[in-house]
């Protein structure tokens, strides 16, 4: 399955073909389901909140 890649320039959105302006924005959309990217945000937050607190206890033990 090919995935379809679109370009955003001026507020207008297509499809891209070929090379595109350096300052055009480039997406594609994701082949993940929605209920997948919320559990992966989820983690992340969740790891990244542990080690603050992990850093944040570390820094005030010193």
């Known amino acids: 399955m090919k ?10 959105v297509k499809e891209a073909v070929g090379s595109q302006p350096k ?14 990217v919320i559990k992966e945000q989820r983690e992340a937050r969740s790891k990244n909140s542990k080690f603050i607190k ?3 206890a570390e820094a005030f033990h010193r």
């Open 23 to 36: 300052d055009a924005l480039l997406f594609a959309p994701s082949v993940k389901s929605i209920s997948q």
């Open 3 to 12: 995935t379809k890649v679109y370009v955003s320039l001026n507020g207008v």
């Open 54 to 56: 992990e850093r944040l």
